[in-house]
């Protein structure tokens, strides 16, 4: 008898642990937009486009670059596509592409 309690409590820890594991995941959103960056802190990884905030990381993938690997700098004013993930309170941008400038 001892050897069957022994499977049993086995059975219900892992049991416990793999529904633990289960509901402890958070379900991650993604997103594409595009709009003006209307203000930009680098320092604080903090992005403002069309009025929305975003987490903005200290490396983004970067579209759309020619064989050289342009590097653009992110400035206000500046159109641009992007596409990230929610997982948190403030969407994080993953990946952004320049698409024009705008002279405001």
């Known amino acids: 008898m001892n050897h069957t309690w022994r499977f049993l409590l086995r059975a219900l820890a892992a049991g416990l642990l793999a529904w633990g594991l289960g509901t402890a995941a958070q379900e ?10 209307q203000q930009l802190d680098p ?3 903090q ?9 903005l990381p200290t490396a983004v993938a970067q579209q ?13 004013g500046m159109w641009v596509s992007f596409y990230g993930s929610v997982s948190s309170h403030t969407p994080q941008i993953q990946g952004i592409t ?6 405001k």
């Open 28 to 37: 991650v959103h993604t997103f594409e937009d595009n709009g003006v960056i």
């Open 43 to 45: 320092v604080g990884e």
């Open 47 to 55: 992005i403002i486009i069309d009025g929305q905030h975003y987490a």
């Open 98 to 103: 320049f698409l024009r400038w705008s002279d």
């Open 64 to 76: 759309a670059t020619d064989q050289r690997g342009a590097k653009i700098t992110l400035q206000q």
